[in-house]
């Protein structure tokens, strides 16, 4: 290890609140650049950016880090990356609808609120689909689009047993619908 980055790390295990400062403002605007590519607004990557910071200072602290190979910067960048690519995962496990789900969801959201002939129709469509589902699909849908209740709420509401049950229904239920509304445009 070099001189600098021992005598970086010293400073930071005596809590020395300039070098913590001096790294945090050094590298913040690179980080925030670097991130922005991932596609996350700058409030989550400064989050992230203070994350990866406290991580930094935990390991220097805790004896985690005794040598960098790389710079300080090098291995702040790394730190973040792993937690962005954590939290990209994460929000990924949780959208389980692709773009024709989430236009279809925008149809139902607004069906009280449009006029438009055509988005009439669109709407009489998606209602007239939405009755030929089963009972209990009828009311997911119905608590989560209309009544704008979220996951939590429906499975309070209708006594499921766990989170991911009344998830996968939902799941299910707008699948049905999608492909009842595409066989009916399919038979026009």
């Given at each position: 290890?070099?001189?600098?980055t ?26 925030l650049?670097f ?6 607004n ?12 406290i ?88 608590l ?8 939590e ?36």
């Amino acid at each position: 290890m070099n001189r600098h980055t021992e005598e970086l790390f010293t400073k930071i295990r005596q809590g020395d609140s300039k070098v913590l400062e001096a790294i945090y403002v050094d590298n913040r605007l690179a980080f925030l650049n670097f991130g922005l590519k991932y596609n996350l607004n700058e409030e989550a990557l400064l989050d992230i950016y203070q994350d990866a910071i406290i991580a930094f200072v935990e390991n220097v602290t805790n004896g985690k880090i005794i040598a960098l190979n790389s710079s300080v910067k090098t291995y702040l960048f790394s730190i973040g990356k792993y937690m962005i690519f954590k939290k990209l995962k994460k929000e990924s496990k949780l959208e389980t609808l692709d773009l024709d789900d989430k236009r279809l969801e925008l149809s139902i959201k607004l069906i009280d609120n449009i006029n438009d002939e055509t988005d009439n129709e669109r709407n009489k469509l998606i209602e007239h689909c939405l009755d030929k589902l089963g009972h209990q699909c009828q009311a997911v849908l119905k608590l989560f689009y209309y009544n704008g209740l979220t996951l939590e709420e429906i499975q309070q509401h209708l006594d499921y047993s766990n989170y991911n049950t009344i998830k996968s229904q939902k799941s299910r239920c707008l699948k049905n619908l999608k492909e009842l509304i595409n066989d009916h445009l399919k038979n026009e």
